[in-house]
């Protein structure tokens, strides 16, 4: 089925950038206010999911050599691993820990290890969710 | 975070690397690396020899789940040092025999991974004082064997002896985590150390007999002790090195670690004693019995190695009486019997090592193990033969090599422990002995088998793949050096017992005066010892059924194969495999209705159930918020959209009927204040509906099904039920407080966590866990579809199972 969307793929391509700053902004937003790990992933992947709907799936996958299942379980990695990291500390497994820095151009800001571990949850979901979707699509 | 743990820690880490390692470098045998690691640790272990031997020991924790006392905790005594020195003595030359062994076009990166992942779990059996912790490197054992046996899988019979040795190992495992609960519940305390500072207090506990009867079943069924000995034999598909590091040095002695460690708390019971003993004695004369008519030399070991891990376990069982009599002078005597246990120990490693070294060599250059085959090699094979010749004698126990030393010490408590007299062993006693004599026997014989049948009589190159020679002198080097340390403890085997086996004997009796526990070892006992004699005798008799063997053989037939335990376990396996079959099949239909009504069913008994039994269903509804017009409109919208779902007359209708259910939730979401609620429901329902577009290609046409009006009602009168249900529990949820609030923790979330969302924060801080363990399982679902998706058999491809 060749598809041949000019509105759409002309929306698309605007869109997509807007919903992917929209998943960074939730990702790094989840700390004090809605958005988060999950949420910042389902939205990126969503991303994803709209231009592999609008142009081919063998399009977009030149355009993004990412394999998904790799960023899954990279995801996943990093998530547990956070939890081992804080045995390293000689913290119980997976304490979280945060602390406020005065970072240059940001001013007063607070870094907290639950990001890293947040970054593994938006990374399996976008990973996972596109795994899904591009395998049952691509079955035929 | 000490360098204990470390250790443990160390090997997990190579086997992580030795991957990526092997990727990269293809010039150099991956197996130095491993050889490396494991020679490190070994020198690092070794380093601890003289501060052990002055009776320190050496502790760190590391928490771990410390709200349920559950604590990597390492603990390093004498015990543990034997066992960690076999562990990577013995890994070091196996390795270093690897590298020779295993061609590079084997899956080397798989198999020195697997290897050195044994090697940390292993440590970690040893060195762990947390039982839990113990359990799960217990385990964690059981998968590396079953997956180093598995190596070759393509084999038929590989994958069957790996299944086989996981099935009873974890069986095992599972009844043993059972007895660490029990122990738990009786003392308090998941640490060893503490249990065993308590021994003797909950004896009289109901659920004492229980805990020690689990703890044996692991023990037995790691260590391979009658009748959970089947697995050991086809354990032996694995490749050779394996065979001789996890199936006759290490693995199979964590059974009789566990023996030895948990025998201050249960040892002096006379059902320990007798099980420990009897047990081990069966197994000893029954594994001996049945190596000798085998013809595969590497099963005969394999029972060879049945049969002395029985004489070990017996060994321990004997010593433990010594706890009987307490703290006095009489007890001394009995302990020497666990001396003799772990100096047996240590020997067992170094003469079995050393064989199946041997017979991989003989395998690798004849390219048969088959000993109707085999013959004649001595004069093309000097070295090996002279290798094989000192591991045999050894093992039959003839002097000068270190088998005869522990093999007269189990002469001599066998001969004490009937005069003992307690346990009932006025009447038994005297059995031990004889029963112990006999095995030796069997065990001088196949000792013989495998020395002559190999090495002389006619040479038939014809029945042989490849023409005997020498094997490359590296694959040489490590049996040379166990033979070697089988001589060399022959004649200083005090060295051996004095910073070796004595600490260890602390570590087994700490409630004994630590001077009192080494004993000197020396080969000549004098004429009137009995000791003596019964080696003249085993040599005598044992030389006389080797020449008349083929007279007595019709001895065997005597047992039909069908009663054997190994037909009763491919019977029961065979038979349950059946039975679910049929049970299954009545069940899985096929049809998605079906399961959907086996889930409803099972929701409205179980839950539906609960309500009433528990009697929450009386709810108050006054103290709620009054509802708006703006909420009821959404509520109609959804009533409408849900009703409509059934009379759509397509599926895409009914896709986006469903759609509006889901985005009226995320609206009420947004009403109630929960935008992170509300987010989470609009993004999810956009994507499984392009999930559902997606599917919606490969679907049947939709089309009316023809059901019969009775199972219409059920159905009809299963989805008002459930309704009920869910719409009682969403209102009773609030009626009762069960537990005491946590809100405190969410209130602060800014101070605790450093965040404001407290949605947020419960998932990434306070109940990280959770998360942490929610991605794992997207990740695995995802996995699942993938390989469900794309990696179905066609029908071209060939058959992985070629053997």
Sequence with gaps: MKINNVILQTVAKIVAFIILTLAVYLFLSGHNSPGGGFIGGLVLASALVLLFVVYDIEKVKNAIPVDFKKLAAFGAFLSVGTGFGSLLFGAPFLSQSFAYFDLPFFGKTELTTVTIFEAGVALVVVGVVVTIILSISEDV | ?803
Excluded at chain 2, 97 to 109: A, C, D, P, R, T
Excluded at chain 2, 134 to 162: C, H, M, N, P
Aim: glycine share 8%; charged share 10%.
């Design chain 2, 1 to 803: 975070m000490s360098t204990l743990n470390i250790a443990i820690i160390f090997p997990f880490i190579a086997a992580i690397v030795i991957p990526f390692l092997y990727n990269k470098i293809r010039k150099l045998h991956i197996g130095w690396f491993a050889m490396l690691v494991s020679f490190v640790l070994f020198i690092y272990f070794a380093r601890y020899v003289p501060r052990i031997a002055n009776g320190e020991t050496f502790a760190n924790t590391i928490n771990w789940i410390p709200s349920y006392g559950i604590n990597f905790t390492a603990y390093l005594d004498g015990l543990s040092l034997i066992l960690a020195l076999l562990i990577t003595g013995v890994g070091t030359l196996v390795i270093l025999y690897s590298i020779f062994y295993l061609s590079s076009k084997e899956s080397l990166g798989r198999f020195y991974t697997y290897l050195l992942f044994f090697m940390g779990a292993m440590l970690g059996v040893v060195l762990s004082d947390n039982i839990m912790v113990l359990y799960v490197f217990w385990e964690l054992t059981s998968i590396s064997s079953f997956l180093l046996i598995a190596f070759w899988y393509q084999r038929k019979r590989s994958r069957d002896g790996a299944k086989k040795s996981l099935l009873i190992t974890v069986s095992g495992g599972f009844g043993m985590l059972i007895g660490f609960i029990m122990l738990y519940i009786m003392t308090g305390t998941w640490s060893i150390r503490e249990i065993i500072s308590m021994a003797g207090s909950f004896t009289d506990h109901a659920l004492f007999i229980p805990a020690m009867l689990l703890l044996l079943l692991g023990a037995f069924t790691k260590s391979a002790q009658f009748p959970f000995h089947i697995w050991l034999p086809d354990a032996m598909e694995a490749p050779t090195p394996v065979s001789a590091y996890l199936h006759s040095a290490t693995m199979v002695k964590a059974g009789i670690y566990l023996v030895a460690r948990f025998t201050p708390i249960f040892g002096g019971e006379s059902i320990w004693f007798w099980l420990v003993t009897g047990v081990g004695l069966l197994t000893l004369f029954w594994g001996s019995f049945s190596a000798v008519r085998q013809t595969d030399l590497k099963a005969m070991l394999a029972y060879s190695t049945v049969s002395q891990l029985g004489m070990i376990m017996s060994m321990f069982g004997i010593g433990s009486a010594a706890l009987h009599f307490g703290n006095s002078t009489v007890s001394v005597v009995y302990t020497q019997a666990t001396f003799a246990a772990l100096f047996h120990l240590v020997n067992h490693s170094t003469f079995k090592g050393a064989l199946f070294m041997v017979v991989g060599i003989v395998d690798h250059e004849v390219g048969t193990r088959d000993l109707r085959r085999l013959g004649g090699l001595v004069t093309l094979m000097p070295i090996t033969f002279t290798i094989a010749m000192i591991g045999s004698f050894s093992m039959a126990g003839l002097p000068p090599f270190n088998g005869f030393l522990s093999k007269e010490m189990f002469f001599t408590a066998v001969l004490t422990i009937g005069e003992a007299g307690i346990f009932s062993l006025d009447t038994w006693g005297t059995l031990l002995p004889v029963i112990a004599w006999v095995a030796s026997i069997f065990t001088f014989v196949y000792s013989m088998i495998i020395v002559f049948q190999t090495f002389f009589g006619p040479y038939k190159e014809e029945r042989l793949e490849h023409p005997a020679h020498e094997p490359p002198v590296g694959m040489l080097i490590a049996p040379g050096i166990l033979a070697l340390l089988v001589i060399g403890i022959f004649f200083f085997p005090n060295v051996l017992g004095d910073y070796i086996l004595t600490p260890a004997m602390m570590g087994i009796f700490p409630s004994l005066p630590a001077a009192d526990l080494s004993v000197p070892i020396s080969a000549w006992h004098g004429f009137r010892s009995m000791e003596l004699w019964m080696t003249i005798g085993v040599i005598i008799f044992g030389f006389a059924l080797y020449k008349t063997r083929k007279k007595w053989a019709f001895v065997y037939k005597l047992f039909p194969e069908k009663w054997s335990f190994n037909s009763f376990y491919s019977y029961s396996l065979e038979k349950l495999e059946e039975h679910s079959t049929t049970i299954t099949n009545s069940y899985m239909t096929g049809y998605l209705r079906d399961y959907m009504v086996y889930i409803y069913l099972f929701f409205i008994v179980a839950i539906g159930g609960t309500i009433i039994y528990t009697g929450v269903y009386a709810f108050d509804i006054s103290g709620n918020s009054s509802v708006s017009e703006f909420e009821w409109i959404l509520v109609l919208v959804m009533i409408i959209a849900g009703i409509s779902v059934l009379f759509a007359k397509s599926r895409l209708t009914a896709i986006l009927l469903n759609s509006i259910l889901g985005y009226g939730v995320a609206t009420f979401f947004v009403i109630f204040r929960a935008p992170d609620l509300a987010l989470t429901q609009i993004i999810v329902e956009t994507v499984t509906t392009v999930l559902f577009l997606v599917a919606y290609y490969f679907l049947p046409e939709w089309k009316k099904e023809d059901v019969p009006r009775k199972s219409r009602n059920v159905n009809l009168i299963i989805s008002i039920s459930v309704g009920i249900v869910f719409t009682v529990i969403a209102l009773t949820v609030q009626s009762g407080k069960l537990f005491e609030s946590i809100s405190g923790y969410f209130e602060n979330s800014y101070e605790l966590a450093g965040g404001k969302n407290i949605v947020n924060s419960i998932l990434g801080d306070f109940r990280a866990f959770d998360t942490m363990l929610e991605v794992v399982v997207l990740l695995i679902a995802g996995i699942g579809v993938y390989s469900i998706i794309k990696l179905k058999a066609k029908k071209e491809d060939e058959s992985v199972e070629d053997q």
